[in-house]
């Protein structure tokens, strides 16, 4: 006996069916039998956002690489549990706190994306973790024709920024002495800052540094 139409939808993701021996870009089908509520919903969002059904599915799979999503939580790939606020409200708490506290989370949430590209044995791939950093919604990823990654202002207040592109880079602690009070005290602190950050003008809405930039043949 088939299934109530009314009470379950059947959805295939159809793309293409290359003969896998052929070709690196092939494609599977997949069939998922959801509620017919979830259905409705998923027809309504994706007319809201203009795209097909087949493409809206396709952007939530695309976040297993990223997180883990079960019945009730959501976890980062090294099974940490992930809680989803609002961009301006993390950038508030952050901006809250004086510069050795913003370095500090920089560093932590820096540390977090490192492990969690670790676990796919990519700690090393740059490319890797600011692919992450774009499917978290951190900022997009933004590398110009010169190598050098562009990261949004947005994203927090430059000594946050600082600590974090550095642990993703150096995978290595921020200076916590680099703070504008303790940089304005010491000339010698100063020039080995300068030395080590050197901070590039891109774009006036963007951060770009020296340290953080992907060389010719990695790009």
Not at 62 to 75: A, V
Not at 150 to 172: M, S, T, Y
Not at 180 to 186: A, D, V, W
Request: hydrophobic letters at 30%.
């Amino acid at each position: 006996m088939s299934p109530n139409p009314t009470q379950k939808s059947a959805i295939s993701a159809k793309l293409r069916s290359d003969d896998r021996r052929k070709s690196k870009d092939s494609t599977v089908v997949i069939t998922v039998r959801i509620d017919e509520d979830l259905n409705d919903n998923i027809e309504e969002i994706r007319q809201e956002l203009g795209i097909s059904k087949a493409d809206f599915i396709r952007n939530y799979l695309e976040m297993s690489k990223s997180i883990i999503k079960q019945k009730g939580s959501i976890k980062s790939l090294n099974k940490r549990d992930l809680l989803i606020v609002k961009r301006s409200y993390l950038r508030k708490l952050i901006e809250s706190s004086v510069e050795g506290e913003q370095i500090k989370l920089g560093d932590k949430l820096g540390r977090f994306i490192n492990d969690t590209a670790r676990t796919n044995g990519k700690v090393d791939d740059i490319e890797y973790k600011l692919d992450l950093c774009d499917s978290l919604g951190f900022f997009l990823r933004d590398v110009d024709k010169e190598g050098y990654v562009n990261i949004l202002k947005k994203f927090g207040p430059k000594k946050f920024v600082e600590a974090f592109i550095w642990r993703l880079f150096k995978q290595d602690e921020f200076n916590s002495k680099y703070t504008e009070e303790e940089l304005k005290g010491s000339k010698s602190l100063t020039q080995q800052y300068e030395k080590e950050i050197q901070s590039v003008n891109r774009s006036s809405s963007h951060y770009s540094f020296e340290f953080a930039k992907i060389p010719e043949k990695e790009k």
